[in-house]
């Protein structure tokens, strides 16, 4: 009589499907990276499902727009609050170099810090609620450097700054001028740090 034996090997078991939570944090960091990468306008809701791995219609569950699904991406990290809000920590006569480091530092360093404010600043060109969203975020912190100053001048001082620095970035990492992309960090704070200083502080005494 033949035996039949039977392979008392456990069976590996099938891996758990990804949670909604998983499943909405994907579709977040696909968006994310697709905003900072190409801009408002040319993300659509089937290359961000595409990149996360799910239907399109699982983006529209959890947002039902893309000016939802811009809206939720372009929550700043609080780790770039904080870079800002240090800058404005130390002697008054460094401050501009504090400042240039800080924003550098935030739209050039690590992806889970930059990538949100890429992709406000390529929306902004486009999306008006991108706009002041970025406008509000730069200008209330640059604002910090110009205490003592009546409200119109220290307004008209972080503006002045906002649009330097954002030109700085917009010149790298949108437009692609050549000497800008080639430039290192070192290099630009050198020349941009005094020209910030002397439009937040004003001239030294």
Do not use: C
């Amino acid at each position: 009589m033949t035996t039949v034996q039977h392979d008392s090997a456990p069976r590996p078991r099938r891996g758990r499907r990804p949670g909604t939570s998983s499943t909405r944090q994907a579709v977040l960091d696909a968006a994310r990276a697709r905003f900072a990468t190409e801009g408002f306008a040319a993300t659509t809701i089937r290359l961000v499902a595409a990149d996360a791995g799910v239907d399109a219609s699982q983006v529209m569950q959890f947002f039902r727009s893309k000016d939802e699904l811009f809206a939720a991406v372009m929550a700043v990290p609080a780790s770039a609050l904080e870079r800002f809000g240090t800058a404005f920590e130390g002697p008054g006569d460094g401050l501009g170099e504090r400042v240039v480091r800080a924003y550098l530092a935030a739209w050039e360093g690590e992806p889970e810090e930059s990538e949100p404010l890429m992709a406000m600043l390529r929306g902004a060109i486009v999306n008006e609620h991108a706009s002041e969203q970025l406008r509000d975020y730069i200008q209330s912190r640059l604002l910090s450097g110009t205490s003592g100053r009546t409200e119109a001048d220290a307004a008209l001082r972080a503006g002045l700054a906002s649009s330097m620095l954002v030109g700085v970035v917009t010149g790298r990492r949108v437009i692609g001028v050549p000497t800008l992309v080639a430039a290192d960090t070192e290099q630009l704070v050198a020349v941009l740090a005094p020209a910030v200083q002397a439009v937040l502080a004003g001239p030294a005494e």
